[in-house]
């Protein structure tokens, strides 16, 4: 009987706790906000022997609402959460992700240079909810990288230059960085060419059980988005190209071709997909290493 009041009880003071937290009656509260992204880097959530960050158990079952208030509390706020609702995607699959594997290997590429509000915030975002993650940045601005590089803002960020359109530009990227990412996070060029070419060079490099999001998939409904463009040799619809994968995955008469797809599974919100690769396949067979 005592065993199971002090568990009702213990239950009861995380329940409001979590609550107190996430309030979203105080979103607007500026005070708030920054209370709620302490919560995320105090001491509280670090090993007193080892000093390693301990990810929240609440990654597991409430990362929505806490990839949410973390990009609320940020500054500036990215369009991630305001323009878009991206929370969904990250808050089901990526919080989930770094519970379990803290010390993953993450690239986005698209750093922020050319948004109103600047350069890194969605960095400023990864480095409070990932502090263990190693964190890569690609962008097409280089002056832009070099006049950042050294800031606070950058301090253990990874940087990669280049047009993610331009396969030999994609291969230095590998190089440089070693591949063989946990995450890769596409938020850069718009152009769908630049989106397919990325997604056909850095998949084959995701791990076994990673994970491969794509944002900003809305602009495929304009006509200058699908145009081939600088290096991009052909024109593109990247909702058409995903809609093959899903085909796959769904219609057993593509038989041959679903047994070799490395690709799990996929999950499609507003304006964005994630893809999950299987744990284990055959890189001789996969997809993408033949011409359907």
Known sequence: MKTTILTIAASAVVGMLVVSIFDKNSASDSTSKHR??????????????????????????NGKNIYYQTALATEPTPDKVTRHSYQ?????????????????????????????????????????????????EAEYVEKCVR????????????????????????????????????????????????????????????????LYFIE?????????????????TENVIVPEKLKHIFDVLIYEEF???RFETDV???????DACVLGKKLETDPESVWWNKSY
């Open 36 to 61: 709620r992204l302490g919560w995320l880097s105090n001491g509280a959530l670090n090993d007193p022997q080892t000093l390693e960050f301990k990810p929240p158990l609440e990654y597991l079952w």
């Open 88 to 136: 969904t995607m990250y808050g089901r699959f990526l919080l989930p992700y770094y519970y379990l594997r803290p010390n993953m290997k993450m690239l986005e590429i698209g750093l922020g240079c050319n948004m109103k509000y600047g350069p890194g915030a969605s960095v400023k975002l990864y480095k409070t909810l990932f502090p263990q993650a190693e964190l890569w």
């Open 147 to 210: 006049e950042y590089r050294d800031s606070e803002m950058m301090k253990g960020i990874n940087t990669l230059t280049g047009d993610q359109g331009d396969y030999a530009t994609l291969d230095r990227w590998i190089a440089k960085s070693g591949g063989n990412f946990d995450v890769v996070i596409d938020d850069g060029g718009h152009q769908n060419c630049q989106i397919w070419n990325s997604f056909m060079k850095l998949w084959p490099t995701v791990k076994p059980g990673g």
């Open 216 to 232: 900003d998939m809305e602009v495929a409904r304009k006509e200058h988005k699908r145009h081939a463009q600088g290096p991009c």
């Open 255 to 257: 038989g041959q071709q």
């Open 264 to 270: 799990e599974f996929m999950f499609c919100q507003a």
